[in-house]
């Protein structure tokens, strides 16, 4: 699988346009295509999670590397249906402080966790990233805001995947030094949630 620098450059670039907070701040979000496309990139939680999936997703074995982000992307949609049916997990911000912490740890590491253990931590943080989008939906179209934020964590994913590529290409030091930035980050978040 080829990365472009135009996707790793986008994705680089995307760190600097996040709003350096939470994106959950517990107002409501409009339901609209817009607003779900734009909601992964409205707070540093959402952006450096769905990064930091596609990152971890790369370092798996070829026959697994799309298992992380389609796991992901499953348990988000559940996770968001059960909030809307009022279904509230509780510790939400806690579990996606927790999701950018444990992959920055994962990645800084270099572990390679057995598949089964690195789906059910997948899902467990898709599920509170889908609870977390779910309370903040609005009324509206919550379908095409579901649509809007999977769209867009995929493709995060896939930058998170060919930032992973480019950081081989250059040193693999770099990727450690992303994995402990992430792992602060989410120390950070945890603290502040």
């Excluded at 249906?81 to 740890?105: D, F, K, M, R, Y």
């Amino acid at each position: 699988m080829k990365f472009s620098p135009l996707l790793t450059s986008t994705a680089l670039l995307s760190l600097f346009v996040a709003v350096p907070a939470m994106a959950h701040t517990g107002h409501i979000t409009a339901s609209s295509l817009q607003a779900g496309l734009t909601h992964p990139l409205s707070g540093l939680d959402h952006l450096l999670a769905m990064l930091a999936i596609g990152f971890w997703a790369a370092m798996q074995k070829r026959t697994h590397q799309l298992s992380i982000p389609f796991t992901f992307l499953a348990f988000l949609g559940l996770g968001f249906s059960l909030a809307l049916n009022g279904a509230v997990l509780p510790l939400i911000e806690q579990t996606i402080a927790v999701s950018v912490l444990v992959c920055g740890l994962i990645i800084a590491t270099t572990v390679r966790l057995p598949i089964a253990v690195s789906l059910t931590l997948t899902a467990l943080f898709a599920l509170a990233h889908g609870q977390a989008h779910g309370v903040e939906t609005a009324a509206g179209s919550a379908l095409l805001f579901a649509i809007g934020f999977m769209s867009s964590s995929a493709l995060l994913h896939l930058a998170g995947m060919a930032t992973f590529k480019a950081s081989g290409w250059i040193t693999p030091r770099i990727t450690q030094l992303a994995g402990l930035m992430l792992a602060s980050i989410g120390s950070y978040l945890l603290m502040a949630a």
